[in-house]
């Protein structure tokens, strides 16, 4: 995994998926609309395409107050564009999934941005300083609000089945369960990629010993690209290199909206590629696979 380094003016260091990296730019000038939400600082024309932009540090509750951001890091993820305003840029460093952790397995230096709720994992450097690796999701959904789920059609599906999903992302989460629920499926779930494999094999070892297979049960694997300690193409690498696993379909529910991410997917053997934060999409998605 690539990560763009960079700083709000605090001790900490941040990062951010490149893969959800446009460019990094000067500032321009900045819109201001009215009724803007908190964090919002305004708008941006950028090639044709008007773009939001957000004071990072108004989310993580630094002291933001009178201070000129000159860079931004324009992104672009859940099908938009966004730009944020940061101190500086550092650099882009290479780090094994491996060796990203979730936040609560270590103690950060400045908890401002962890008691925020908005790191989604941590990452040590060579040097031993930590990196926190911003969830933007939520911070997205602190400005719109959460979506509202619509009724949705219901799955015709037996009373030992259910679906299987994987997110490090709390809201990413709460949508997928709810979206379950709307449709009356039975799930379990598992917030990063190496927990997702350990209860896999649970689930898997216990129908074994009951002298049945998982593809009778499991209806659907949904896995997240990015989680800390393993990612979600390492996680389908491994599901279908397993007889135990075997016509069980595995869909990628991904906010990274790049042509570059589905062939990464499709290369790790998914069989479908859904974007994040549409329920009735991913709803649709899932229909079929589990009227199998």
Not at 114 to 122: D, R, Y
Request: a negative charge.
């Amino acid at each position: 995994m690539e990560i763009l380094l960079f700083s709000l003016g605090t001790r900490e260091i941040f990062g951010i998926n490149v893969f959800k990296v446009r460019e990094v730019a000067q500032t321009p000038a900045i819109t201001k609309t009215p009724n803007m939400p908190e964090g919002v600082e305004g708008v941006l024309s950028m090639r044709g395409h008007i773009i939001p932009v957000l004071t990072l540090a108004k989310f993580i509750r630094a002291d933001a107050s009178d201070r000129r951001y000159q860079t931004m890091v324009v992104t672009e993820f859940n099908r938009g564009s966004y730009a944020f305003l940061v101190d500086s840029v550092d650099r882009i460093i290479q780090v094994d999934w491996e060796k990203i952790r979730s936040p609560e397995r270590i103690m950060m230096s400045d908890g401002s941005a962890e008691q925020s709720g908005l790191i989604t994992a941590v990452t040590e450097m060579d040097d031993g300083s930590l990196v926190s690796i911003l969830d933007v999701e939520q911070i997205l959904t602190r400005v719109t609000g959460e979506s509202v789920i619509p009724d949705m059609p219901k799955a015709s599906i037996a009373e030992h089945q259910y679906v299987f999903f994987c997110d490090d992302s709390v809201i990413a989460r709460k949508e997928i369960t709810m979206v379950l629920e709307k449709m009356s499926v039975k799930f379990q779930q598992a917030n990063n990629g190496r927990e997702a494999w350990e209860r896999l094999n649970l689930l898997a070892n216990r129908r074994f010993e009951e002298g049945e297979g998982l593809h009778d049960s499991l209806k659907v694997i949904l896995v997240d690209a990015e989680m800390p300690e393993m990612d979600g193409y390492t996680l389908t690498r491994m599901i279908k290199a397993d007889a135990r696993f075997k016509d069980i379909p595995v869909i990628m529910h991904s906010s990274l909206s790049s042509s570059a991410s589905r062939a990464m997917g499709a290369s790790a053997g998914v069989n479908g590629y859904v974007a994040k934060f549409d329920p009735m999409v991913l709803a649709e998605t899932l229909m079929p696979y589990l009227s199998r």
